[in-house]
């Protein structure tokens, strides 16, 4: 079975502050990995994602994401986060054979000026 | 290209109805996925269609149901609702089914149930 973790609920930071939103999975098989954002009364909208290749990936909105298979972790950062990155962050997983998102539970990202 | 769109936005029912949510892909695309927001339980996968076929069922109860027309446009049901039912339902698009094409999410349907 195929689960999503993320470690953080809700993440304030200070506007221009680097952060990090962690995602754990675990999986027997192989999986693509994904983030996606969501603003209020929005859909989805996906950050960026890892198919294969270089395990670093950058997205859209100066974010990216590095793949450690090691550790089964698909962190996501950015450098320096302004107030319009304030937004509910998913990490979520599919199956290389499948077309079914596992989702974590979201993670509150809140950009304090 | 118009983006995915789902119909209505907003829905108010009572416990015991039924409801039926719409949803139109993003032209080209075949694949058709549905899912439940919650705030205590997430986002979580309905089900799945690609070219009028179900390919994939999430662990919902049979009262949740759907499916895909020729056009390839997508309509999911639910029948005898629930309080928990309450959610917003947001629909996903793809071009193609496997997991290396990107999914077009709605905008979603908040159903709240009384």
């Known amino acids: 079975a195929q689960s999503v973790t993320q470690l953080d609920s809700q993440v304030p930071v200070f506007e221009e502050a680097p952060v990090e939103l962690r995602c754990n999975y675990s999986s027997s098989v192989s999986v693509y990995l994904f983030w996606y954002v969501q603003y209020p009364n929005q859909g989805l909208q996906l950050l960026l994602k890892y198919l294969s290749g270089s395990t670093l990936v950058k997205g859209i909105n100066g974010f990216e994401a590095e793949f450690n298979k090691s550790q089964t972790s698909f962190h996501l950062r950015k450098p320096s986060v302004h107030i319009s990155d304030t937004a509910e962050y998913f990490c979520a997983v599919i199956l290389i054979t499948g077309n079914q998102f596992y989702f974590g539970t979201g993670t509150s990202l809140t950009v304090i000026p | 290209k118009a983006g995915v769109t789902q119909t209505p936005r907003y829905l108010i029912k009572t416990r015991g109805q039924q409801v039926t949510l719409s949803c139109s892909p993003i032209?080209?695309?075949?694949?058709v996925s549905w899912y439940q927001q919650t705030p205590g339980q997430g986002l979580q996968f309905l089900f799945e269609y690609f070219s009028e076929t179900q390919r994939n069922k999430g662990n919902f109860p049979g009262r949740f149901s759907g499916r895909q027309f020729s056009n390839s446009r997508s309509e999911m049901n639910v029948s005898t609702l629930e309080l928990g039912d309450s959610a917003l339902y947001l629909c996903?698009?793809?071009?193609?089914?496997?997991?290396?094409?990107?999914?077009?999410f709605g905008p979603g349907t908040r159903l709240t149930v009384l």
């Open positions: 996903a698009s793809s071009p193609l089914a496997g997991g290396d094409n990107e999914q077009f």
């Open positions: 032209s080209g695309h075949r694949s």
